[in-house]
Structure formats: structure tokens, C-alpha cells
């Protein structure tokens, strides 16, 4: 832990209060033998007349460490190569405030860290570009391309002793362990404005967290590692202004409107600046502490006598916005807001944000006022994202903001102007009622509910449904099979980095030009040898889907030149169409719509029916599905016909032949016998098939068959004839019966 005092400062600022200001950062969690160093004794500011030319970098003069002399910077290293690996590293020699270099290498991501091993800097880099980084402890750079090359690398060491031969002299002495007594009244002589906490908040502060600081210990830290710690809940708090800096003895203004100070401070007068100097200072402070007695001096601040520039305007916008229904009526919005201002010295942001009424549920404007800071590795200076997730009563409610910049130092930006509308994305998924069973009668097809009532008309929609106009319940009937494609791979899958730069247990496939709407397989399935995994998005003309896994639960990948197969999922609704819509607020206890569609010719087909909603913005997924059998028409029965007896074979099966009256070239029939004189219904009952059974006529007109039937020896024998038509789906006609018994007289061979 570096537990050296680190001081900053500001250029004169002619906004009340006027004059220099100065903060700084003491570590109270220094662990010494098991306890906690704490607050120190008092600190001691100091200045001095800067009488040398310093012939800072102009360059980089809105940077905290352009206005340090150039001579400051470390030279010696020259070009580094970082050590193999990946991560390849380069550790500095000293912990630096600042480092700059040019970077050699491909793009990659770069991550610096402190002493403590802590990140405290990420983002990605590029070839040839200039990395300057900023920080009161850089100790280490890591870069996830292997190893690279550091140019014209420069560390600035702000604790080097460049300053040692600086006669300073005190302007004002703050005892910071007499804080904690303080009253409110006490407190507030150290700032000269009006105040941004009252006294109950003070008290709080006192008694909830200084309190429970002075009172805590590395031990007790560790009884609850989930929660901050008392002396960092203290950092957060003076970290929030630099108003609440001063009133801790943690800041100091050095001008005309110097407070008075507290009691205990001792601010030498004749020595605070009346108005802005001509001259370079510089500024340091010492840093007293007792039980032991020990002093510790931070680095100097170069503040050039010149205006502090003003705080820049941010440029922002709305991303990734959208909205969902949770609960019953209860909408969130969630989204991001980037901000981007090139000025290093903002640390956050005043956002007004205005919620806009509902146009169907007309619901009261909502205004909001906050204050946005990030504290994440990944938010730079220039740029920043935060997320934001809100309550509103309809899912429709568009939003509105401007913002303006905040610095370390109490200054704003002049707000920028209003952002256009938002309009967050809807994303809900209504559920339609469930569809029990479905039937035909015709042309009509009829659905019922899989309720207990067996009815529609009881299903209970949800809020969004429910209020949205013109909702409607659709009933589609799947029209097509799911598209399968099969192609040969000439890209390996690869680990998917989010746009977190984290690897998310996701892979990517590489989509070839070849394939044709790639979009309809999302859903579906990507199927390599015995692997499947299902296509969770496309992403940058990728497939993305999840870890492929093999029997024995291991990560399994194919190689270039393997078959692949895209599969569209089954229930896609790309593949059904509407055929009937039903108003929301009107069910009726049965879904009973017209669905023309052509006979089958001869076999029976199956229709796959589903329901979904319908809201004008969005439509809801599909429901289960409801199979419907439609039936060919029965065959048309045979015309008249007549039967010639041809004889006996030599196993006494009897041969006839049947002659159409009508030429029938198409289909086929059966022919059927009965003994006795039979009607229509009894013959039904009791007719035998033909050995031969369905066949086409022969000619369009004869039909041969043979019969197993007794052969009659010495009186006539009476047989009943019966003739009917089938199709190769084997439905069949109503019999055509002989108009009379057919009479076989006695065989004599």
C-alpha cells in the first residue's frame, strides 16, 4: 500500500470562492501491528514562488501532468519490450504519477495496476498510438498481445525530490484529528460558500461512519468483506465534493476568499495570495501524526499563474434502451448513458433527465435530478458509460436529458442542449392463452382453450396487452418446413470477447457468404458430426452460440473443412402465416374462423396450428401447437357394372370378371363377395375380399378377381356382388352392389 500523502491542485479560478485550490489524498487504512493508523495530527500546507523557467508541456497542458517542468520526466528508460507471455508485463521501477509512451504492436487491451496489484485502468489501444496514463500510483502495464514494444518511454516521479532545493514557507496548519468533534458550525468555518450539507447530515456523518472508522481494525474489516469499509465509506464521502474536503482539513483554498477556519486552524494571513500571481507556485503539505511522532511529506504541485481553463460540456446520448414489464403493472427502463468530454479534470456528471407521458395511458411528466460518477477501470476521462434502470408506468413513456460536467474542484459546464426522444425498446414476450385441441368441419376449423372452463374467453392478458389498442389474438397454421443447410467450414470457431472484453462462455463462427439469410437460423441449431448447440444471435456476421459439449461434458470443437449443418428451429415463426385475428377485449369462448384450403388428393395431411399476440409494436412468441387431420374426399362409387363367371382354377378358386359399365381409366377397385342375396347393409357386414383386392380397370373397363369360395357340386349357389373405388391413401367409396344375385350353377369338370 503506498501510504504517502498525495497532493493536487487547480489553476486560479475567479468563480467564488476565489484563488487556488488544493486537495489531497491521506491513507488512514495504513495497517500498523493490527490496528489502523487513522487520521492524521494536523497537516501543514506549504507554498513557494517557483523562480526558475519550467517550460511546461503545452502540449499536454489540460492534463494534470503537463504542468510540471519537462526536466520531471525520466528519460532513461528509452524503448521497452514488455516480457513474454500473455499477459505480457513491464513493471515500473518506481511507483509513477504519470507515464507516457508510443505504442509498437497490434491492437490489444492495456490494463495498468498499483502497488497493490489493484486495476485501476483499462481500455483498448492500437497500433502507433500515444498512451499517456495518469494516477497517483502506477506501478504496472499489462498488455494482452504478447510482447510489445513501449517507445520513448517517460514515467514522471513526482516523489523523486525534484522539488529539494525549494525554500517553502507555511501558509496555514489544520489539525484533522480535532475534526472529529467538531459541530456542525465549527466544520463549516473552513468553507466559504453555501453549504451542500446540513446539520443532521453532519451529525450522521460524525457519529455513522468517522465514529464507527476511529472504532474499526483490519479484523473487523474482515467480519463482513461484502461491505465497504468505515474508513473508505469516509474517502467516498470527502471524495464526493471539495467542499466536504475542506471540511475535514482534506483541501484548502489559497486566494482572496480564504475561509476563516476553525478554531484550531492556523491560517497565517499575510501570506494567503489577495490575488492571482504572476509567478509559478508550488505547493506541498506535511503530514503530522503522533503515537508515534512521525512526519511525511506529499509531492509538489506546479500551479501556473494562469485561469484555470473551464469545464468543458459533455457530449452524451442514450444507449442500448429498453423496457420490460415486471409484475403485474410495473415497467423498467434500463439503458446507458455515454458521456465524452475531453477534459481530464471531470469526474462526473448533473443529469436532468425528463420522462415524457404515456400517449395511451396519459400518466403525469416525471422529472429527475442526479449525479453520475464511475470509479470502473474501463471508464476513461473522454469517455464514460453508466446504466440506468428506472420504474415508469407504461412501456411507451420516452425520455429526454441534458447534462453538464463536473470537476474535482465544485465547478460545472454550462449545460448541453436537450438529447432528442428516446424511445426504449419493448422487449416482452406476451403469453397467449393455450390452445387445448382444434378439429375441422370443412372449411371451418374450430380451437379450444386448455382451461378449466374450456374457454377463451377467461383468459386474463397481461397489463401491456390488456391496454395496448387494437391487441389481437392471431391463429397461425405452420406453412412451411424448417430450412436446412449443409456447407464445409473454411473458419475454426472462435472465444467470444463481449463488448466488456470479457470472454462470456460463448464462441463465434465466421458466416461465408454462400449462405443465404442467415438471421432465419437464429434459434436453431449449428450441428457438427454428433455436436449441436443452438445459434443464439448473430454478432459482426458471426454466429454466436454457447460451448459446444460432447458426452462426457467436455468443450468439443470442429475443425476447418468439417461439415456443418444450419438448422432452422421448428417452431420459428418464420415458418407459419395468419389465418384468422381475434380482438383481445372480445374472445369468444371457441376460436372458430374459415381456413380454406384444397382437398388432398388422396392421402390425409396434418395442419399445425398455434396462437400468438399481436400489439402493433411487437407479437409475442407461439404458443403450443394443435394438430387438425384434414381428410381426402372419399373416392366417387363405382358405375354399374356386370360379372361373367370364367371358371375354376386348379385349387378351386373361382375366376370371374367384372365389366364397367363406364369407362373409369383412373383409380383403383376392389371387388367383394357374399353368399346369399344380401342389401346393402347385411353385405356390409359380411362381404369377403377379393384375393387380387384394389386394382386399376383394366382397359378403363375390366377387372379381373378370383375368390375362395366354396364351388357348388350339384345345386346352384346365390353370391352377392359388391364393387367399391380406392385410392392409394386407401380411402374408399360406399359399395356398388349387382343389381341382382349372381347364380352359380354346379361344376362338372
Known amino acids: 500500500m503506498d501510504d504517502r500523502p498525495y497532493l493536487t491542485g487547480l489553476g486560479w479560478v475567479n468563480d467564488a470562492p476565489r484563488g487556488n485550490r488544493l486537495r489531497w489524498y491521506i491513507e488512514p487504512n495504513e495497517n500498523i501491528v493490527g490496528v489502523y493508523r487513522g487520521l492524521p495530527t494536523e497537516v501543514r500546507v506549504l507554498r513557494s514562488v517557483w523562480n526558475e523557467d519550467i517550460y511546461p508541456d503545452t502540449q499536454t497542458l489540460k492534463r494534470p501532468s503537463g504542468s510540471f517542468p519537462i526536466n520531471w520526466w525520466n528519460p532513461d528508460l528509452g524503448d521497452i519490450r514488455t516480457s513474454d507471455g500473455i499477459p505480457s508485463q513491464f513493471e515500473l521501477p ?14 490489444t487491451l492495456i490494463q495498468a495496476y498499483d502497488s497493490t496489484g489493484s486495476l485501476f485502468y483499462q481500455r483498448r489501444i492500437t497500433e502507433n498510438e500515444f498512451v499517456l496514463l495518469e494516477h497517483f500510483d502506477i506501478r504496472e502495464i499489462r498488455l494482452y498481445s504478447g510482447p510489445a514494444f513501449l517507445n520513448s518511454f ?20 489544520i489539525p484533522i484529528q480535532r475534526t472529529t468533534t467538531f459541530p456542525y458550525e465549527e466544520a463549516y468555518q473552513r468553507y466559504t460558500g453555501s453549504p451542500n450539507m446540513d446539520e443532521e447530515e453532519w451529525d450522521s456523518f460524525q457519529e455513522e461512519i468517522v465514529q464507527v472508522a476511529l472504532d474499526s481494525s483490519p479484523a473487523s474489516d474482515l467480519e463482513d468483506p461484502g461491505t465497504a469499509s468505515p474508513w473508505t465509506q469516509f474517502q467516498s464521502v ?76 459533455p457530449i452524451y446520448q442514450y444507449l442500448k434502451s429498453t423496457v420490460k414489464l415486471y409484475g403485474e403493472d410495473t415497467y423498467n427502463q434500463r439503458y446507458q448513458l455515454s458521456f465524452t468530454v475531453f477534459d481530464y479534470r471531470v469526474i462526473g456528471f448533473e443529469v436532468e433527465e425528463t420522462f415524457l407521458s404515456s400517449p395511451i395511458l396519459d400518466n403525469p411528466t416525471l422529472e429527475e435530478s442526479y449525479f453520475l460518477r464511475s470509479w470502473r477501470p474501463t471508464d476513461q476521462h473522454e469517455q464514460s458509460t453508466f446504466e440506468r434502470s428506472v420504474d415508469v408506468d407504461f412501456y411507451d413513456i420516452g425520455m429526454r436529458l441534458r447534462a453538464r460536467s463536473i470537476d474535482g474542484w465544485d465547478r460545472f459546464s454550462p449545460f448541453n442542449i436537450l438529447t432528442d426522444i428516446e424511445f426504449p425498446i419493448f422487449r416482452h414476450n406476451p403469453e397467449p392463452p ?13 380451437i379450444v382453450a386448455n382451461n378449466e372452463e374450456q374457454s377463451f374467453r377467461t383468459w386474463e392478458f397481461d397489463h401491456a396487452v390488456l391496454n395496448t389498442p387494437n391487441s389481437q389474438l392471431l391463429v397461425l397454421r405452420k406453412d412451411a418446413q424448417p430450412a436446412i443447410v449443409k456447407y464445409n467450414t473454411f473458419y475454426l470457431p472462435e472465444p467470444y470477447i463481449n463488448e466488456d472484453l470479457f470472454a462470456a ?16 437460423f437464429v434459434g436453431g441449431y449449428l450441428i457438427a458430426g454428433n455436436l449441436r448447440t443452438t445459434i443464439d444471435r448473430i454478432e459482426n456476421n458471426a454466429f454466436i452460440f454457447a460451448a459446444i459439449a460432447d458426452g462426457a461434458q467436455q468443450s468439443a470443437f470442429f475443425n476447418a473443412g468439417d461439415e456443418v449443418i444450419l438448422q432452422q428451429s421448428p417452431d420459428s415463426p418464420a415458418l407459419f402465416i395468419e389465418v384468422a385475428a381475434f380482438p383481445i377485449n372480445d374472445l369468444p369462448e371457441l376460436l372458430i374462423f374459415e381456413d380454406v384450403l384444397p382437398t388432398p388428393s388422396e392421402n390425409s395431411t396434418v395442419d399445425d396450428y398455434a396462437l400468438r399476440i399481436h400489439m402493433g409494436i411487437l407479437e409475442g412468441g407461439l404458443s403450443n401447437l394443435v394438430s387438425v387431420l384434414r381428410m381426402p374426399d372419399n373416392p366417387e362409387i363405382p358405375p354399374q357394372f356386370q360379372v361373367d363367371f370364367l371358371g375354376v382354377d386348379f385349387y378351386d378358386r373361382t375366376l370371374v370378371r367384372v365389366t364397367l359399365a363406364e369407362p373409369r381409366p383412373e383409380g383403383e377397385y376392389t371387388l367383394y363377395w357374399s353368399p346369399g342375396a344380401q342389401s346393402l347393409e347385411s353385405f356390409q357386414e359380411t362381404a369377403i375380399k377379393g384375393d387380387y383386392g384394389a386394382q386399376e380397370a383394366h382397359n378403363g373397363i375390366y377387372i379381373y378377381e378370383i375368390f375362395s369360395l366354396p364351388v357348388p357340386k350339384r345345386i346352384n349357389m346365390i353370391v352377392t356382388f359388391g364393387l367399391l373405388s380406392e385410392n392409394k391413401g386407401g380411402f374408399k367409396s360406399g359399395f356398388r352392389l349387382l343389381p341382382t344375385p349372381y347364380e352359380i350353377a354346379p361344376y362338372a369338370p
Do not use: C, M
Not at 476563516?260 to 505547493?283: A, V
Not at 393455450?434 to 374450430?446: I, K, Y
Open 434 to 446: 393455450p390452445p387445448l385441441t382444434a378439429w375441422r368441419n370443412g372449411d371451418e376449423v374450430t
Open 94 to 107: 518506481v511507483s509513477a504519477q504519470a507515464v507516457r509512451f508510443f505504442y509498437q504492436g497490434p491492437a
Open 238 to 313: 470527502l471524495a464526493l465534493r471539495w467542499e466536504f474536503s475542506q471540511l475535514y482539513g482534506f483541501g484548502f483554498l489559497d486566494g482572496p476568499e480564504t475561509p476563516p477556519g476553525s478554531t484550531f486552524d492556523h491560517i497565517i494571513r499575510d501570506r494567503i495570495l489577495t490575488e492571482r500571481p504572476t509567478r509559478p507556485h508550488i505547493y506541498k503539505i506535511s503530514v503530522a501524526y503522533s503515537d508515534p511522532d512521525i512526519v511525511r511529506f506529499s509531492n509538489p504541485v506546479v500551479i501556473l499563474p494562469l485561469d484555470a481553463l473551464p469545464v468543458e460540456i
Open 505 to 520: 462462455e460463448r464462441f463465434s463462427l465466421r458466416i461465408p457468404a454462400t449462405i443465404s439469410s442467415p438471421h432465419r
Open 154 to 173: 517517460q514515467y514522471l516521479d513526482l516523489f523523486a525530490g525534484h522539488d529539494e532545493d525549494v525554500d517553502y514557507e507555511q501558509i496555514a496548519a
